[in-house]
């Protein structure tokens, strides 16, 4: 009888994935298989020859043919990466995609500008990964997230437990600012971070299997054009952002000039700026609000 070894296995899943067209076959091979077996990623390749047993292989192999289907291979084994962190992830929540790490990072730059304790609000915040990156990389970050559902609510406690974050990281069920407005006499936010759902209905359609038929709707979607989201935050923005804040959204990749406009029109802001990712795609939008003050004379630069 053929002995499986974990060599053996790698080539063999990561050839089942190839053909079923996986997106990152070798990767999500070594992924399933980790998990399967109670290992890091590396400790596959320093126990190469290691003999794996029956009741594993028949795991592994329910698994692997779900993967084939393009199951997301980050719901099967019930997380992913983020900033370097581990987070755990469920159906009830967007896997976080690496093009957020932008929006993280811009996150942590602003913080990085000011002193004391920083009020950051995150809304739609899913498993929690953006509030949690934030806070684990700035002492000074409190965070109140925010989500609609209360499932995803759940994951993200898990993660901000699993991180150690209860003291800094507050989570709040319902929508958008709606579970902020009890806060609002004693806090307005240094700054408001947002991933929303931003996929147009044409855009929905066309999504990829392993996107469209296993993460949530509500989610991704974000009305005809994919902008409503971003229409309810800019409304309301003026009553809970501080004055001298800044307001960072994750947007479409070809949302750039849309979201410009729909933040300029609140005449609120003095900078914004459309970035793109590493793949060239429109990705993050930094406002910042306007720091002068209405009654001071303009300062002086020349001294
Ligand atoms: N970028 C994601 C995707 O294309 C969408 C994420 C979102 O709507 N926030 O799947």
Redesign the pocket.
Known sequence: MMQWTIQKLLAWITEYLTKNKVDAPRLSAEMLLSHVLGLKRIELYTQFDQIVEKDTLDRLHGLVKRAGLHEPVAYLVGRTEFYSLEMEVAADC?IP?P??ELLVQRAIEFLRTREGKQHVCDL?TGCGCIAIAIAKNHANAHVVATDISDKALAVAARNVEKHGLQERVELLCGDLFDPLVPHLDATQWDLIVC?????SAA?YEA??KN?KDY?PKA????GED?LDIYRRIVEKIDRFLKPDGALLL?I??AQGPAVRELVERTALFSTITVEKDNQNNDRVVTARRTTVSQDSPPADRSV
């Open positions: 967007l995609r093009e957020t739609c991933n929303p759902p931003y996929v855009e999504l990829d996107v993460e989610a991704l979607l974000a994919g994750e479409g990749y």
